[in-house]
């Protein structure tokens, strides 16, 4: 017979099953426990860091804090079937664990990878005994829910929509493309973000000075070079799992020469990229070499400077405004298409993100140095607004101003103005400058690409 006792299972089951299911205790429980507490402390760091309230969670600002929509579903214990959405090391899998302490309904973890069809259909049955013996609802956390197909999904969906299962979806992958339209209808989606440097950086500070889980438990005294941190936070690319990670590789590689500080080298071993220098001095000198080297036609050295940028944690979003500009200032209309292909890569940053949209942006950049080059888009503008600003103020020719309100007419405006449209030709001989500017020219082509033909014909005229 089970004992009736502490160890029974009216006094231990009520926590477990009320979190995770319909877990049985017994007397084992206790080696259980301790097994437990062992494997917590010989867990890799990231492990033992896991935050244990919502306070503790960097970043995710937008959704955790105080008064955003999900802290205040998961505090209220309302939260209903959603998705969290986002890269890897941003707290899908730490929030639906804080849900799972702090709900009244079941809580049932699940993984995409190793389940299947079958364990959905156990989860769902236990749901069922659940709510009818104790009218407890159940939590379903399906991590890498894009690994399930579309049957798989297919089998949640009536659960889901019955309200049987709560569903919280965890994916790095995104859900408009991997979850099918019925299921992510029924949810809501919140979205993660890449946590900053400055969250990682606090991460970083917390697990050197955490007591207990951190790299200071046992009373060890471990520092860190700025320097290192600094790297550490920046090339982790917002993953706060690869930033623990490789500040514990970092701190045993310093352990094995028998210092108690990281060092920057341990940091670039750790993480196996070495530190690229890019302090304020090299963002305006190699941005500068950027330009220059595709306005120079070198399209080699204009890959160079970004991958020297990209490696540096430049932002994607400048290097893609820089070329934009540099498309027309000194392209132009020598290849009409080189500002359409910046613009793409811009809009590629935006809607990609890195790492893959570092292809985007090489495309471009080879793409326009190897175009050809002509600034007389740049110098048109700017002659003209040198005349704006240092001539009289011109008036509008009378046969260029708007006849169309009432009045206009009986002042002369439009009078004279011959419409273009009306010649076989589609062209007339007509004044649009101001008269006091008029034999003024302010865009002359060039003798390069798409603009060696508008010279021709303005040869010809």
Same mark, same amino acid.
Do not use: C, K, M, W
């Given at each position: 017979m089970r004992p009736s006792g502490p160890l029974g299972r009216n006094a231990c089951q009520g926590v477990a099953a009320s979190r995770y299911g319909d877990g049985v205790a017994s007397g084992d429980d206790l080696f259980s426990q301790a097994a437990d507490q062992r494997t917590a402390a010989s867990a890799p760091l990231a492990s033992r860091m896991r935050p244990r309230t919502l306070d503790e969670i960097v970043g995710q600002q937008h959704l955790l804090g105080p008064g955003k929509p999900l802290r205040a579903l998961i505090e209220a214990d309302r939260l209903s079937s959603c998705i969290l959405w986002g890269p890897a090391g941003t707290g899908k899998t730490t929030i639906a664990r804080l849900v799972a302490t702090a709900t009244a309904k079941a809580f049932e973890p699940m993984s995409a990878v190793t389940a299947g069809v079958k364990e959905v259909r156990e989860v769902v049955q236990r749901a069922r005994t659940r709510l009818g013996e104790r009218a407890q609802g159940t939590i379903l956390f399906l991590d890498e829910i894009h690994r399930f197909n579309r049957t798989q999904? #297919?089998?949640l969906l009536p659960h889901v929509e019955e309200g049987l299962l709560t569903l919280i979806g965890a994916t790095t992958?995104?859900?408009?493309f991997e979850v099918n339209g019925p299921l992510r209808s029924r949810s809501t989606l919140f979205r993660l973000e890449a946590l900053s440097t400055d969250d990682l950086r606090a991460l970083i500070d917390r697990a050197l000075s955490e007591p207990a889980r951190g790299l200071a438990a046992g009373g060890r005294v471990i520092t860190i070079d700025e320097e290192a941190a600094a790297h550490l936070a920046a090339r982790s690319d917002g993953d706060a799992r690869a930033a623990l990670n490789g500040l514990e590789v970092a701190a045993a590689l310093a352990a094995e020469d028998g210092r108690a500080t990281i060092t920057l080298e341990d940091a670039e071993?750790?993480?196996? =990229?070495?530190?690229?220098?890019?302090?304020r001095d090299e963002h305006y000198d190699v941005i500068s070499a950027f330009i220059k080297s595709i306005?120079?036609?070198d399209p #080699?050295?204009?890959v160079y400077w970004l991958a020297r940028m990209l490696e540096a944690g430049e932002d994607a979003r400048f290097i893609a405004r820089r070329l934009v500009i540099l498309a027309s200032e000194d392209i132009g209309i020598a290849d009409p298409m080189? =500002?359409?292909v910046a613009t793409a890569a811009?809009?590629?940053v935006e809607y990609v993100g890195l790492p893959e949209a570092q292809l985007n942006l090489a495309e471009a950049v080879i793409y326009l140095a190897t175009a050809p080059k002509s600034n007389r888009t740049a110098m048109a503008i700017w002659r003209a607004r040198e005349d704006v600003r240092n001539g009289p103020s011109a008036e509008v020719p009378v046969h260029l101003r708007d006849a169309h309100y009432q009045g206009a007419k009986s002042l002369g405006h439009g009078k004279g103005y011959v419409y273009p449209h009306d010649d076989p030709s589609g062209w007339v001989a007509q004044q649009y400058k101001p008269s006091e500017l008029e034999g003024r020219r302010y865009y002359e082509p060039s003798p390069h690409g798409a603009e060696a033909? =508008?010279?021709r014909e303005d040869d010809e005229d």
């Open positions: 999904q #297919d089998a992958e995104n859900p408009f071993t750790a993480i196996n =990229l070495r530190a690229v220098r890019y302090g306005r120079g036609s #080699d050295a204009g080189a =500002l359409v811009a809009h590629a033909r =508008l010279r």
